[in-house]
């Protein structure tokens, strides 16, 4: 059994009824919408989103769910799955996990049109039940995420990012959505504002990991559908890039950034700026990092009883830092 099977399992029923009641809250009376839905729900990826809502819930509420929690998983999807379409409008993209984007089979104003359509959907699936508390939850992690790309674009043209700033921007860009389904798997069974928060504290943690894995995948050869120095290409300015940064000569330093800003389409000047990190030891440093965040996090469920969902989520924390893609 692979790993994702195995931190599913003592939700999988949970995750197939999740699926039926996801797919009807899309659904629309226009024809073209249907089959663009139907399309969105046939490419889904590992569904990390809704299995940390169910885990988070059952561990807090002794395997037990309602509907509440399908309802905030539904609506965490939808809106989610609204920001990513938009996204592929956004960066031009055309692919989205080896499917074509959207944009790429309907064009950017469907596309656009989708996402807000999705958008207004997870919002009236939260307001026609009246769970404004998780309805909150998930539009304040938006307004961050929002936040956290116009903060990467603004600072990116400067590639002065300090380690404080780096955290801040993938916080809110990555770190804030994992962080809203877990308080949202909490809120859906329990009032307890120290519980919920416990758990959105949780959420972040795992993914400020998640981001520094994904920002490692850049340096390194193994295949994971991504191609090495892709975010160099990009300009992004990464955990691994920062340290060397911060930890070299004014002389480094000017070639590092000039090779980033201006050479960044050739392959040979990549290399060497991925060389680079590696012998500034920005690798191992984001590692160290990496493995506090994924320490803080288990911290966290030390004091939950044992079940098969803490043990799951135990599983999903380690995931995060071992996957390799």
């Not at 996801?22 to 399309?39: D, G, H, Q, V």
């Not at 809120?187 to 307890?192: A, G, L, R, T």
Request: charged share 30%; net charge positive.
């Amino acid at each position: 059994m692979n790993i994702t099977s195995q931190i599913k399992k003592p939700i999988q029923k949970d995750m197939e009824l999740f699926e039926r009641k996801f797919y009807e809250s899309m659904t629309s009376k226009i024809a073209l919408l249907n089959r663009i839905t139907y399309y969105i729900v046939n490419r889904k990826g590992k569904q990390m989103r809704p299995m940390f809502v169910f885990l988070v819930a059952k561990m807090l509420n002794n395997g037990r769910l309602n509907e509440r929690t399908f309802r905030g998983a539904s609506v965490i999807e939808l809106i989610h799955t609204a920001t990513l379409v938009h996204d592929d409008v956004v960066d031009d993209s055309n692919r989205r996990r080896g499917f074509f984007s959207i944009n790429a089979l309907w064009k950017n104003k469907i596309a656009v049109l989708v996402g807000d359509f999705l958008l207004s959907k997870g919002l009236l699936l939260s307001i026609d039940n009246g769970d404004f508390d998780l309805l909150r939850i998930i539009s304040v992690a938006v307004r961050e995420m929002s936040e956290g790309e116009l903060l990467q674009i603004e600072k990116a043209r400067r590639l002065d990012i300090t380690e404080d700033i780096y955290y801040e921007i993938i916080r809110q860009k990555t770190a804030t959505l994992i962080a809203a389904c877990c308080a949202l798997g909490a809120k859906s069974v329990s009032e307890d504002e120290i519980l919920v928060e416990k758990m959105r504290n949780f959420g972040e943690l795992i993914g400020m990991a998640f981001q520094i894995k994904d920002d490692l995948f850049d340096y390194t050869d193994e295949a994971i559908g991504k191609p090495t120095g892709i975010d160099i290409k990009e300009q992004k300015m990464t955990l691994p890039l920062i340290y060397a940064l911060n930890n070299c000569s004014d002389k480094e330093k000017s070639w590092c950034i000039n090779s980033i800003k201006n050479h960044n389409k050739d392959k040979k000047r990549v290399k060497e700026v991925i060389q680079f990190v590696k012998d500034k030891n920005g690798l191992h440093y984001a590692e160290e990092k990496m493995v506090y965040f994924q320490h803080q996090a288990l911290n966290l469920l030390q004091d939950f009883p044992v079940s098969d969902y803490k043990e799951s989520l135990t599983l999903m924390v380690n995931y995060v830092i071992e996957r390799k893609k």
